[in-house]
């Protein structure tokens, strides 16, 4: 599978400002991922990001909050903007692959974002 | 920091035993379903998988039952062992499985 790398891998911001989480993997991919993870929560898809597309993004997410770029088949950013404590979770990408014919996704390790 | 999992239900199984987690699925229509596993600080690790044409699959120590009638699924892991211990999520998908919808999670405690 996959070799999926974030950055930051934890951040703590303060209310008002933005913070842009990178994700790269290390082999070209058609789909990837956003996901929240709220504190002791299940992941929420916040938007698809395919290159060359403006991304689609699931109800209860807008682009204004949360940017996404797509420019190239191995990189992706989500920045979260204007940030509130209520933002704070895990924010995760992640892939789509057909190793054996089969969509799976897979995940990498997450950015912990913690709003004062 | 606040830990994954922190508020979810938890199923503690001694060491050797076998554990079964079990998953309500939402969307009749889901046709493809996924086991996650997540330790903490780490992302979602992909255990296991089904698809609806199918009631039954085995891995490595682990198995997935599929009911569609009630729309449940369980995972089954054979001699737990504490390297087990992790938040599992079962997630379901339709159609090109891109949209994943993900349950609210278990956490598996393994005591020696």
């Known amino acids: 599978s996959a070799v999926i790398s974030q950055k930051p891998s934890r951040d703590i911001c303060q209310r008002g400002t933005s913070l842009t989480i990178q994700c790269q993997v290390d082999s070209q991919v058609t789909m990837m991922f956003w996901y929240r993870q709220q504190p002791g929560q299940s992941l929420t898809l916040i938007a698809t990001?395919?290159?060359?597309?403006?991304?689609?993004?699931e109800s209860g997410f807008v682009i204004d909050k949360f940017p996404i770029s797509r420019p190239n088949l191995t990189f992706s950013t989500l920045t979260v903007s204007n940030m509130s404590p209520e933002d704070s979770s895990i924010y995760l990408c992640?892939?789509?692959?057909?190793?054996?014919?089969?969509?799976?996704?897979?995940f990498g390790p997450g950015t912990r974002l913690t709003v004062l | 920091g606040e830990s994954v999992g922190l508020h979810l239900p938890t199923l503690s199984v001694q060491e050797g035993d076998n554990s079964i987690i079990n998953c309500a699925y939402s969307n009749s229509a889901s046709d493809y379903f996924i086991w996650y596993k997540q330790e903490s600080g780490k992302g979602p690790q992909f255990i296991i998988d089904?698809?609806?044409?199918?009631d039954k699959r085995q891995g490595q120590r682990v198995t997935v039952l599929l009911n569609k009638t009630v729309k449940h699924l369980s995972l089954q892991i054979a001699a737990t062992q504490p390297g087990d211990s992790a938040v599992y999520f079962c997630?379901?998908?339709?159609?090109?499985?891109?949209?994943?919808?993900f349950g609210a999670g278990t956490r598996l405690a393994v005591h020696p």
């Open positions: 992640s892939v789509e692959e057909r190793p054996l014919g089969v969509n799976e996704q897979f």
């Open positions: 997630a379901e998908g339709s159609g090109g499985y891109n949209k994943l919808i």
């Open positions: 089904i698809r609806s044409n199918m």
């Open positions: 990001a395919n290159q060359g597309s403006e991304a689609t993004y």
